[in-house]
């Protein structure tokens, strides 16, 4: 008589012996939501390109305010030298805080774009894709950085129309993208975060336009932080956009920078917005 064929090698192996049955177990296969990270992220930031190539009206309507701060504030104080700067025109030490300035006022009010898609009924179908929340979060703020890399771009052409001295070394200025794109990520992470705390655009609206301001003022921005008054020097030294501003001085105007500690809290402030986000992100759909 011939042999009954033996059980291939991966079914025994998975067989376990269970009250004189076999139970066959298999693994679960892995959740893919981690592999479509970049190509989630790729995703979010070809939809706001596409937005600014359809629509160049929000582009050139936040191309004024900067324009304004350069154009009046900048080349006054310059002509007053009301505030040291290091010996440097105060128009060239004011523009890098007016690049971050501008990312920072379009991606402060980025959680309004997550509310209004819940109202829309896409978050939901967004939460129930096998893509994690984090990469959602992350998808979307560096959309907003992208966005913002868009404005700092616009800011930087006035800024070299007006004459102020900044660097073209290619190797600088993706440091300065990094930087504009790393910001803009802690601060639309901030928008979401409070976004799914209030559940409502005209909370958010409020809340945004209430905190920007004193985040402006109080950093770096405008003004050197040895001339602030104690209090305000502690607020920029926990102040995200200092770090930001510090980052972008030095590696535009080449002054003195701790461009290591700058980029490490901008990466840390990025981390913990987007662990902040996520963790709230379920709270809007309900």
């Known amino acids: 008589m011939s042999e009954a064929p033996a059980a291939p090698p991966s079914a025994s192996a998975d067989r376990v012996a269970g009250d004189g049955i076999g139970l066959l177990v298999r693994a ?4 893919p939501g981690w ?9 979010m930031c070809a939809v706001e390109l596409q937005k600014l190539r359809h629509d160049r009206t929000e582009l050139y309507t936040r191309a004024v305010q900067p324009a304004l701060w350069l154009l009046i504030f900048g080349q006054t104080f310059t002509r007053i030298r009301a505030i040291p700067t290091g010996g440097i025109p105060y128009l060239d030490f004011m523009a890098p805080g007016i690049i971050a300035q501008s990312a920072m006022f379009i ?3 980025y959680g309004i774009q997550i509310i209004w898609e819940r109202d829309a009924g896409v978050l939901n179908k967004l939460l129930v894709t096998p ?6 979060v ?3 703020a560096f959309a907003a950085g992208v966005k913002s890399l868009v404005q700092a771009v616009v800011v930087i052409v006035i800024a070299a129309l007006l004459g102020v001295a900044m660097t073209w070394n290619p190797l600088r200025l993706l440091g300065v ?3 504009v794109i790393l910001g803009s990520a802690f601060f639309s992470c901030l928008s979401m975060t409070i976004a799914g705390i209030v559940l409502s655009r005209d909370r958010l609206m409020g809340i945004g336009q209430a905190i920007t301001m004193p985040l402006f003022f109080g950093s770096n921005a405008l003004y050197p932080v040895a001339v602030m008054p104690g209090w305000l020097q502690a607020v920029s030294k926990a102040n995200p956009l200092s770090y930001q501003v510090d980052a972008l001085r030095g590696l535009l105007l080449g002054t003195s920078a701790h ?3 700058d980029f490490a809290v901008l990466v840390l402030a990025a981390a ?8 709230l992100l379920g709270r809007l759909a309900r």
């Open 177 to 179: 993208a990094a930087a």
């Open 138 to 140: 992350t998808g979307k």
């Open 35 to 43: 592999r479509l990270l970049p190509a989630r992220i790729g995703a």
């Open 272 to 279: 913990l917005g987007i662990t902040a986000a996520s963790s």
């Open 107 to 109: 991606a402060i009010f």
């Open 28 to 31: 679960p296969a892995p959740r």
């Open 131 to 136: 893509t994690p929340r984090s990469a959602l």
């Open 259 to 261: 461009l290591a500690l």
